[in-house]
């Protein structure tokens, strides 16, 4: 019986990425699946995958949503205390900008202390934190930092798009250690982030033009954020459906 069974391993094959749902319903978990051994008689059993060394840092890091998301939140914050402060209300916006900078290049040395990096995303923020607060204040004028979102977004949904003209998809860069996709596939996710960007760009500028500057510092991020997680949310049976699997690492011998 035992070259029977060694055959029956040699057939054993990692479920192909159509069968992903069938997968989850069988508890897949991380970066564990199922496989299948092909015939009547067909059985599933268990296969960890390798994970790449980022794939696993993504996920040991849920401290980076902090770090993306803590200056803007602190801002808002600042903001609104400041606000109702007679001492500060009057200069409130511009008291929160100063945070908004200082806490932003903050997350920027503590991912780079912490990490080792600095993500893409998080030093184009930097950036134009930096430039529009900077102008806010050396101006004087509140409307530099309200344009920030606007200016973000359309770099975003710019920097995309080029990149898919030109045949190096920045999405696949960014993200291509976590998921492996179809060419195509990441071009239509680079396609749609482009146009949700460019949607969000005019939605803040929208809010600016028709919001005070208090309106604006309290409804600007959950307007602009929500959007994105549920976009996000939205975008992920795509992701599921056309993920591929990498192949199993062989066993040892002897086993």
């Excluded at 840092?57 to 007679?86: C, E, K, S």
């Excluded at 929160?96 to 995303?121: C, D, E, H, N, Q």
């Amino acid at each position: 019986h035992a070259p029977k069974i060694k055959a029956a391993r040699a057939k054993t094959r990692i479920v192909p990425s159509k069968f992903w749902p069938i997968s989850l319903r069988f508890g897949c978990e991380g970066n564990r699946l199922l496989s299948q051994t092909p015939g009547p008689a067909a059985r599933f059993q268990r296969i960890t995958l390798p994970m790449t060394d980022a794939a696993r840092a993504q996920q040991a890091n849920p401290q980076q949503l902090l770090i993306d998301l803590g200056p803007t939140i602190l801002f808002v914050a600042a903001y609104n205390v400041m606000l109702r402060v007679p001492a500060t209300k009057e200069n409130a916006v511009y008291l929160a900008t100063g945070l908004f900078i200082a806490s932003t290049l903050l997350a920027m040395g503590y991912s780079l202390w912490k990490t080792g990096r600095i993500a893409p995303v998080l030093i184009v923020t930097g950036v134009i934190v930096t430039a529009f607060g900077g102008l806010t204040l050396a101006l004087h004028d509140d409307t530099f930092v309200k344009l920030k979102p606007t200016v973000a977004n359309f770099f975003y949904a710019t920097a995309i798009t080029g990149s898919v003209i030109v045949r190096q998809n920045v999405w696949k860069l960014l993200f291509g250690h976590i998921w492996i996709l179809p060419d195509r596939i990441w071009t239509v996710l680079a396609l749609r982030w482009a146009a949700f960007f460019a949607c969000m760009g005019i939605l803040n500028e929208v809010m600016r033009q028709t919001l005070s500057t208090e309106g604006w510092v309290t409804w600007h991020f959950p307007v602009l954020y929500a959007p994105t997680l549920l976009f996000a949310i939205a975008n992920a049976p795509l992701v599921m459906k056309h993920q591929i699997e990498q192949a199993p690492a062989a066993p040892a011998n002897g086993n």
